[in-house]
Nanobody
Framework: QVQLVESGGGLVHAGGSLRLSCTAS????????MGWYRRAFPEQRKLVAD???????NYADSVKGRFTIYRDDAKNTVYLQMNSLQPEDTAVYFC????????????????WGQGTQVTVSS
């Protein structure tokens, strides 16, 4: 079974930046659309950004203007650049490739990264 490799989480001060990345362990697993989710205990996992196979991004209102999702198809990798981080962004972030869209809304696939912790201190 393909494994998704996430990296880039960590601890930053409010106002800082981090870049998350997600790629597949097997080169034969091509990443098409991708969603980045986050889960802040005890809440459920929430979609924060997604990108179509053609590179069109979408963002949750809470991160719009601060986060940027983009892809490097040559590296089969999708990134989430997070700027102006705030304590409320503290969560475990998960990548989810190859979901599908219904009326422009991204729905998750069965593939999940292991999660990477992002902690923003005030």
């Amino acid at each position: 079974q393909v494994q998704l490799v996430e990296s880039g989480g960590g601890l930053v001060h409010a106002g800082g930046s981090l870049r998350l990345s997600c790629t597949a362990s097997e080169s034969t697993f091509r990443i098409n659309a991708m969603g980045w989710y986050r889960r802040a205990f005890p809440e459920q996992r929430k979609l924060v950004a997604d990108i179509t196979s053609g590179g069109v991004p979408n963002y949750a209102d809470s991160v719009k203007g601060r986060f940027t999702i983009y892809r490097d198809d040559a590296k089969n990798t999708v990134y989430l650049q997070m700027n102006s981080l705030q304590p409320e962004d503290t969560a475990v972030y998960f990548c989810n490739p190859n979901g599908y869209y219904i009326h422009g809304i991204y729905y998750s696939s069965k593939y999940w990264g292991q999660g990477t912790q992002v902690t923003v201190s005030s």
